[in-house]
């Protein structure tokens, strides 16, 4: 769901304008010779139960083969609803008790006569329009007569059209309500969710400590080293100005010493935002940066402590990727809350390649998930590199 910077989200529906327009009457039209179809299907799935009533052994087949035609059934309405209101959390049928695929065609059958209603009413104004017009060409009706006819015309196709919307919407809240999972199937999922994200949280903290240790180990604790080696110099030296050019080089050293334990303290727990809002800590860490960073932040209201935290760690993450690896000339980083949500898209103009299943986007996306949120990276090779982070604040 992620693309180019101002450009459309990666795996969006893209239909042209005409097939916008043209998809719910053509959507609507092809929901009732389906439930042509699906009628006949319970016609012949009712006379065949019910003469093999007293053969358990062709009823056992006959479930089978009903289980088969409903789930093919149930893919051809599913593929129509989709391309008719992008309807793509629609349930499939492997997910669905054949009970309840049956009990939906059943139900189908509702809008389909809907529908064909909607179309039929259709066909008598083109008729009445049709005739109107002849009459109108053979002088018979006056210009008053003639534009009040248009206008009563123009009505009922309104009315017309908003007919086979509202029979679309039944259609779609139908195969939502009765193939949707129950209330028990839900708490199931939603039970499964956090076992997962919990688990993800665990293994992105660990992954997190590791990454301390080994900073703390390779960097910060070979410049202590480094720096106890020269003051032992500077101790043992006899000439003064020998002493005071290794004390000046170890005073430099431990500045950057300190530099790098207060990075990897930030790393652990972003103090800076206690006192300054996520925009203002974005900017500090951009002047930091060996990359160009622009930064826009438009939120209302400062979001919760915990969210601030994650988008404060993805967008480190990202611009550390960009310098180190992307080779990126500018990143920009857009921040803003829409719909109940806060949105974070990082960009950069690198070579791209980034790999969200690499150890540091990983830990960020089930720190993500571990609040209900949502990370998204394309990475294509030549870049350029996007990270989108949605977030609920509502």
């Keep these: 769901m992620l693309g180019t910077e101002g450009g459309k989200v990666a795996g969006e529906r893209r239909t042209g304008p005409w097939w916008g327009r043209l998809r719910l009457p053509v959507g609507v039209a092809v929901g009732i010779a389906t439930a042509g179809v699906e009628l006949a299907f319970l016609a012949v799935v009712a006379v065949t139960f019910t003469a093999s009533a007293l053969a358990p052994v062709t009823g056992r087949r006959l479930r089978d083969l009903t289980k088969r035609y409903a789930g093919w059934l149930l893919r051809l309405e599913r593929r129509r609803l989709t391309g008719l209101l992008d309807a793509d959390e629609l349930p499939t049928p492997n997910d669905v008790a054949t009970g309840r695929q049956v009990g939906y065609l059943a139900a189908r059958l509702l809008p389909g006569t809907l529908g064909l209603l909607a179309?039929?009413?259709?066909?008598?104004?083109?008729?009445?329009?049709?005739?109107?017009?002849?009459?109108?060409?053979?002088?018979?009706l006056t210009l008053l007569d003639a534009?009040?006819?248009?206008?009563?015309?123009?009505?009922?196709?309104?009315?017309?059209?908003?007919?086979?919307?509202?029979?679309?919407?039944?259609?779609?809240?139908?195969?939502?309500r009765l193939l949707g999972p129950g209330s028990r199937a839900e708490l199931t999922r939603r039970v499964?969710?956090?076992?997962?994200?919990?688990?993800?949280?665990?293994?992105?903290v660990d992954a997190e400590r590791?990454?301390?240790?080994?900073?703390?180990?390779?960097?910060?604790?070979?410049?202590?080293v480094a720096l106890g080696m020269l003051l032992g110099r500077a101790r043992r030296a006899r000439d003064a100005d020998r002493t005071r050019a290794l004390l000046a080089q170890a005073h430099e050293d431990v500045q950057r010493a300190v530099e790098e334990l207060r990075e990897v303290a930030w790393?652990?727990?972003p103090s800076a935002l206690d006192g300054s809002d996520l925009g203002e800590?974005?900017?500090?860490?951009?002047?930091?940066?060996?990359?160009p960073v622009r930064i826009t932040c438009e939120l209302p209201v400062r979001p919760d402590r915990q969210i601030e935290t994650v988008l404060y760690f993805v967008a480190c993450e990202a611009l550390t990727n960009a310098a180190r690896h992307a080779a990126a000339n500018l990143v920009t980083v857009h921040i803003e809350a829409r719909e109940g949500w806060v949105r974070m898209r990082v960009h950069d103009d690198g070579v791209g390649g980034a790999d969200p299943s690499?150890?540091?986007?990983?830990?960020?996306?089930?720190?993500?998930?571990a609040l209900d949120g949502r990370l998204r990276v394309t990475s294509p090779a030549g870049g350029p590199t996007n990270v989108l982070v949605e977030l609920p604040c509502g």
Aim: charged fraction near 20%; hydrophobic fraction near 55%; glycine fraction near 10%.
């Design 119 to 140: 179309y039929a009413v259709l066909g008598v104004g083109v008729v009445l329009a049709g005739i109107v017009l002849r009459a109108a060409v053979r002088g018979e």
């Design 147 to 176: 534009l009040s006819q248009v206008a009563v015309g123009a009505v009922l196709l309104l009315l017309n059209v908003q007919a086979l919307a509202s029979v679309a919407a039944l259609d779609v809240r139908l195969a939502r």
């Design 192 to 204: 499964q969710e956090l076992t997962t994200s919990r688990a993800g949280v665990i293994a992105a």
């Design 210 to 224: 590791q990454r301390i240790e080994r900073d703390l180990h390779d960097g910060l604790q070979q410049r202590l």
């Design 267 to 269: 790393r652990v727990y």
């Design 281 to 291: 800590v974005l900017a500090m860490v951009a002047r930091r940066s060996e990359v």
């Design 358 to 369: 690499g150890r540091g986007l990983s830990g960020l996306a089930r720190r993500t998930a």
